[in-house]
């Protein structure tokens, strides 16, 4: 089962970029999907994460108020919109399709992950 993000790139700091995580629709209907991010040298970190019906988020205090995570259940594709980006952000983000219903930060409750997209912001 693969998961696609996308929409990753070069930007600077204070633009904004908003990643795609495409999931195949047994591992997304029923499903919570996340983000998380894993900066050179650090840990994966929790960023977002939403509800399988898209009515309950959840944000690391990291990125809380510039970033807002989305999903259209008819496309089968969970969004991450980045505002005010800042070269901390800097990261290859990840998106995880979770064995649960409900938004979570712990990484254990992914079962499903996709590749990575790199989001690099230069100040």
């Known amino acids: 089962v693969q998961l696609q993000a996308s929409g990753g790139g070069l930007l600077q700091a204070g633009g904004s970029a908003r990643l795609s995580c495409a999931a195949p629709?047994?591992?997304?209907?029923?499903?919570?999907v996340g983000w998380f991010r894993q900066a050179p040298g650090k840990d994966r970190e929790f960023v977002a994460a939403?509800?399988?019906?898209?009515?309950?988020?959840l944000y690391a205090d990291s990125v809380k108020g510039r970033f807002t995570v989305s999903r259209d259940n008819v496309q089968h594709t969970v969004y991450l919109q980045m505002n005010n980006l800042e070269p901390e952000d800097t990261a290859v983000y990840y998106c995880?399709?979770?064995?649960?219903?409900?938004?979570?930060?712990?990484?254990?409750?992914?079962?499903?992950w996709g590749q990575g997209t790199l989001v690099t912001v230069s100040s």
């Open positions: 939403i509800n399988w019906r898209g009515g309950a988020t």
């Open positions: 629709k047994r591992t997304f209907s029923n499903n919570a």
């Open positions: 995880a399709s979770s064995r649960y219903p409900t938004a979570s930060g712990d990484r254990q409750h992914y079962l499903y």
